[in-house]
């Protein structure tokens, strides 16, 4: 698409100062995940996490294209998407370190973080664990006649739990307004795409279920965005769900304690000269100095982060049973 | 800037890694992301990468060596720059604070804990006994040994039931209700106590037979006059009660039996025989002892008894002075009782009770009609017949009348 | 009082919840036009329609996944699984997702379904469809468990079940169905998390669920016959349960027969009879606590041993005299 300035839209869908905003909240992703991993290494976080780091691009792009009453189902994998949703960095922070302020008062950590409030249905433990929740938030939406849809995410070893087929079937049959966004990083733990899988793309499964399922790549923030722009268009009018699925690579280990031992090197080192975050930024035409810009404003946004979320209290414990029933 | 090069946490549990093999050596230049060393962790081997590009320097440990996580391992330095003090081991790092005090009471888990209500303790019963808590609700109430209940449940295990009937009080109703007005009231304590539950037992457990004999004590008071006529000392003079107990060590040589004890399976006739002699103090009665009577000469057991029976008012007697009796006696006679009937003091098997001495009339052996005024003194024997029979007990005190009748070898 | 059917009732309550409240649906397989497996919606979708009586291909995690999803958004969802076994299937989403999901939000989510499942033996349905695993949810904290043992209970606790804003797994007995009682027209609740005396007694204690309940009344007319007077209890919810009827009455009697149809080794009885020696009954208890359940074992599919897998009337009326007369 036309890169003509004077236009002001970038990728035909976006405009320049969103696009720049998202391109802050990319490098912030980057600046947070590396920042857990490091607070991670030095003994801080209880636990563990899941870095997305080189997956931001997917982030950026699909819950722009939502609008502010539509759901988040999220993976476990999902900081950058919750960042991107709107989640506050401090309470994000906050949780990560087990804290009362955190988004879930410390009870549910990284793998857990979710804001009912603004819609954001949870991280998820289990892989596919969301996939037959968002039939029923679809079947919620369509039982109140609103026009929200849900935007669920997860990844390639996902759809092989019984759950995706289960869920992608009834969605289907019942036209529910869902978006079925997959992260396929060609990596489920340590499990290589072409070891898990015969066929060569995932959105080749939705054939089976009767819905339409692309491929995009998912390094590119607006393919990601019209992908996921249409999706919405189609859920919204009644047409059911989408699969797409975004290709990406994921830089880092499945989570600390990965080894990485089923990939080598050089690998890793190819796929991260096509890093999504300098990719946007060259689209965006911003220069070096603009971009040392938005770091140093991530680191930070994640300093005052971590300094709240440090200073925070930790929960008090005669509330040990709190939350367990409504 | 030199930048340190922490060793990582790469496990939940993780605390501690070995150092397995360094890819590039001190002073080596180094890329960021370039992997620098290899250590172990929990599951599997792991690369530590450079945090900077730079020089690698400061290597604190060598291949082998197990370091703490988060400790720093090296250092990377820009050209020019030193390594910093070598102070600072370790970065700050917060501990986890696990804080599970026990202060929640909506805690299920964390329950306090609840001091027991107040019951009554029994003596021991030898054994345990099956009871239900039913059983041992309703006898802690009324204040039954359980020890004294037969039991009719699976086994002979005592149940409610059980507890209620041996009673026989219809329950809910306080047995203190129908005690007349109270003047005192007396905790028993200390050494009433230990009295009362030493003879309780002691009439439980050994079946007590009596035996009596009229012993004249003409012969013995007379030689006693005449010897403590020529002592100066006032406690060197011979009490009746030592020459008592002279006389008693030596029946006893004669009759071992009486000097034993009951242990589980088995009779233990003991070699030592101490002698207790019960006084009665204003507590209660005490047993100081004389050790190896047998050995000791009549004035001496005199001059101890004297010395225990001081002490005992002044209240000096030492737990050795009051241990390791094998037979006791026991005199009211001084008291004015003609003769009574002692309770063994477990774990011994007999008590001799010396009553009053009292002039009887007493008929000449012969055949004719003439009476000598004599000093009678009647003594009881309370002996346990699991250890010994009448026969034995009989021949104790008959050779018990013997010495004091004839009284040479007391006061050998 | 009109005398109708468990199912009946059943059906009496949805119809009664879902006229009241448009937020309340059913999902399940084969409820719609085809009655439910147990005819138990049998013409609900004439009234509702199949946007409301919502029949589901053959997906347990599905069908349980719907209920969290439209829980957690607003809607009030009774979902069904046909045989009680195959929750299974639909373990992650009841356990991981469902019951846990508030808590893990930090108490900000609320999760307002219910799923009920027909569970029991005695159809000839052998080991795959006979299951009772109750217990496995009262292990989970999060979730309620009810189990109703008659017309008149289980149309008031489902509508407490509906009611409650948390996931109530709702047991119902294959075997009470067709069972006929007293039951009221209008819409009543029966309390959750509150445990019923059945029957008055001074000789034993006898805890029993679901369709046991009925067979300790049978037992009960025949105990009375020798003499002995039995008192029964019905918790209706195992979880949470309300000890303190319980309780009082073991004080009373000093002994408790717990009957359960569930797998003895792991079941409910082993729960209630720590729950008994830990509270103030101890002191009372003349005996042993008892448990009666189902033997070790998967259901078999002959009639006599399927009989004999779990406790029948003559069983309970067995225990209840060694009990009583000291046995044990």
Redesign the interface.
């Known amino acids: 698409m036309a890169k003509n300035k004077q236009e002001k839209l970038i990728g035909g869908v976006l405009d320049e100062s969103r696009a720049k905003e998202l391109l802050s909240k990319m490098v912030l992703t980057r600046k947070f995940e590396e920042n857990a991993e490091e607070m991670f290494a030095l003994g801080k976080v209880h636990g563990t996490m899941h870095p997305s780091v080189g997956q931001e691009a997917i982030a950026a792009g699909a819950s722009p294209a939502l609008r502010k009453d539509d759901?988040l189902l999220n993976t476990h994998r999902g900081h950058g998407h919750f960042l991107v949703w709107g989640g506050d960095l401090k309470r994000m922070m906050a949780e990560f370190l087990g804290k009362e302020t955190?988004?879930?008062?410390?009870?549910?950590g990284s793998m857990?973080i979710?804001?009912?409030?603004s819609n954001n249905?949870?991280s998820q433990?289990?892989v596919a664990?969301n996939?037959?929740?968002?039939?029923?938030?679809?079947?919620?939406?369509?039982?109140?006649k609103s026009e929200q849809v849900a935007l669920t995410l997860f990844g390639d070893g996902a759809t092989n739990e019984?759950?995706f087929h289960?869920?992608l079937?009834?969605a289907t049959?019942w036209n529910l307004p869902v978006i079925y966004l997959c992260e396929n990083n060609q990596y489920a733990m340590s499990m290589a795409f072409e070891k898990a899988f015969k066929i060569k793309q995932i959105s080749s499964r939705a054939c089976a279920y009767g819905l339409p399922g692309i491929t995009i790549d998912g390094n590119d923030v607006i393919a990601v965005y019209k992908a996921v722009q249409e999706a919405a268009i189609r859920a919204r009018k009644g047409d059911g769900p989408t699969l797409i699925e975004a290709v990406t690579y994921r830089y880092r280990g499945h989570s600390k304690s990965d080894r990485q031992l089923y990939r080598t090197r050089e690998e890793v080192k190819n796929w991260m000269k096509k890093d999504p975050i300098p990719r946007f930024a060259k689209l965006l035409d911003i220069d070096e100095k603009e971009f040392k810009k938005m770091e140093s404003m991530a680191k930070e946004e994640i300093r005052k982060a971590v300094e709240f979320a440090e200073s925070s209290p930790e929960p008090d414990i005669d509330t040990i049973l709190?939350?367990?029933?409504? | 800037m030199s930048k340190e090069i922490i060793l990582p946490k790469f496990g939940f549990t993780q605390e501690e890694s070995e150092i397995l093999e360094w890819l590039k050596n001190e002073g080596d230049k180094v890329e960021k992301g370039d992997p620098i060393v290899v250590v172990s962790t929990d599951k599997i081997s792991m690369e530590v990468e450079a945090p900077e590009t730079g020089i690698l320097s400061g290597i604190k440990h060598g291949i082998g060596e197990i370091v703490p996580v988060t400790e720093i391992i090296a250092y990377i330095l820009q050209p020019g720059e030193v390594l910093p003090e070598l102070g600072k081991k370790k970065l700050e790092t917060e501990k986890d604070k696990i804080s599970l005090t026990n202060s929640s009471n909506k805690s299920q888990n964390m329950a306090e804990k609840i001091s027991e209500g107040e019951y009554i303790k029994r003596s021991k019963p030898e054994g345990k006994i099956g009871a239900?808590?039913?059983?041992?609700?309703i006898a802690r109430e009324l204040k039954v040994d359980l020890f004294n209940v037969q039991g009719?449940?699976?086994g002979g295990r005592i149940?409610?039931v059980d507890v209620s009937l041996e009673k026989a009080i219809p329950e809910k109703q306080d047995p203190l209700d129908d005690l007349p007005a109270v003047l005192k009231e007396i905790p028993l304590i200390g050494i009433r106590r230990k009295i009362a539950d030493n003879m309780a037992r002691s009439v439980r457990e050994a079946p007590h037979m009596t035996l009596q004999i009229d012993v004249q004590m003409d012969a013995i008071e007379n030689a006693r006059k005449t010897g403590n006529e020529n002592v100066k000392k006032r406690n060197s003079r011979i009490s009746l009660t030592a020459a008592i107990v002279k006389a008693v060590a030596l029946a006893i040589k004669t009759t071992p039996i009486i000097n034993s004890q009951l242990a589980s399976e088995k009779i233990l006739v003991l070699k030592d025989i101490n002698i207790g002699v019960a006084a009665a103090l204003e507590e209660g009665l005490i047993v100081p002892v004389i050790h190896k009577a047998d050995l000791l000469d009549v004035s001496r057991i005199s001059i101890t008894l004297n010395d225990l029976a001081s002490r005992a008012r002044e209240n000096q007697l030492k737990p050795e002075d009051l241990s390791n009796g094998t037979f006791t006696i026991s005199n009211l006679g001084m008291l004015g009782i003609d003769r009574f009937t002692a309770i063994i003091n477990p774990p011994q098997s007999a008590i001799l009770a010396v009553g009053a001495i009292k002039y009887q009339l007493v008929p000449d052996e012969s055949e004719d009609l003439i009476f000598t005024k004599k000093k009678i003194l009647t003594f009881t024997l309370s002996a346990d017949h699991r250890v010994m029979d009448g026969a034995q007990a009989a021949n104790f005190l008959v050779e018990l009348k013997n010495l004091l009748q004839q009284p040479e070898k007391i006061f050998k | 009082m009109r005398e109708i059917s468990y199912m009946e009732a059943l059906r009496e309550a949805i119809r009664q919840a879902m006229e009241e409240d448009e937020?309340v649906?059913v999902?399940g397989e084969d409820i719609g036009v085809y009655g439910g497996a147990f005819g138990v919606t049998a013409g609900l979708i004439d009234q509702f329609g199949p946007?409301?009586i919502?029949d589901?291909?053959i997906?347990e995690?599905?069908i349980?996944?719907?209920?969290?999803?439209?829980?957690?958004?607003?809607?009030r969802?009774i979902g069904e699984i046909q045989f009680s076994d195959f929750v299974v299937i639909a373990m992650?989403?009841i356990v991981?997702?469902g019951a846990k999901?508030?808590?893990?939000?930090?108490?900000?989510?609320?999760?307002?379904f219910v799923m009920r499942l027909a569970t029991g033996s005695g159809t000839g349905a052998a080991a795959q469809h006979s299951e009772s695993l109750e217990n496995w949810f009262v292990h989970i904290?999060?979730l309620?468990v009810v189990m109703p043992s008659s017309p008149y209970d289980v149309k008031g606790l489902l509508l407490s079940s509906i009611a409650e804003?948390?996931p109530v797994m709702f047991f119902e007995h294959k075997l009470l169905y067709k069972v006929k009682g007293p039951v009221p027209e209008d819409m009543y609740t029966i309390p959750l998390g509150k445990s019923h005396v059945v029957r008055e007694g001074n000789n034993l204690t006898i805890i029993a669920t679901s369709v046991m309940v009925m067979r300790a009344q049978q037992a009960a007319e025949t105990l009375a016959k020798e003499g002995i007077e039995i008192e029964i209890i019905d918790p209706r919810t195992v979880k949470p349960l309300d000890m303190e009827p319980i309780i009082k009455s073991v004080i009373k009697t000093?002994k408790a027969l717990i009957v359960h149809e569930a797998v003895k080794t792991g079941g409910f009885g082993g729960e209630l009879s720590a729950l008994i020696m830990e509270s103030e009954a101890?002191?009372?208890?003349?005996?042993p606590v008892q448990r009666l359940a189902g033997l070790d074992m998967p259901i078999p599919y002959n009639r006599t041993l399927e009989y004999h897998a779990v406790p029948q009337v003559e069983n309970i009326v067995e225990e209840a005299r060694k009990l009583v007369k000291?046995?044990?």
């Open positions: 759901y955190g988004y879930c008062r410390g009870r549910g857990h979710a804001d009912v409030e249905l949870g433990g289990i664990g996939l037959p929740i968002s039939v029923g938030v679809g079947l919620s939406i369509q039982m109140r019984g759950a289960e869920s079937n009834m049959i709190e939350g367990i029933y409504a | 239900t808590p039913a059983a041992r609700r009719s449940g699976p149940q409610a | 937020r649906f999902i946007q409301r919502i589901t291909p997906s995690a599905g349980a996944g719907a209920c969290v999803g439209s829980a957690v958004t607003g809607m969802p992650d989403q991981m997702q999901m508030r808590f893990m939000f930090g108490g900000k989510a609320e999760l307002p904290p999060g309620k804003n948390n000093g101890f002191d009372y208890l003349d005996a000291g046995v044990y």
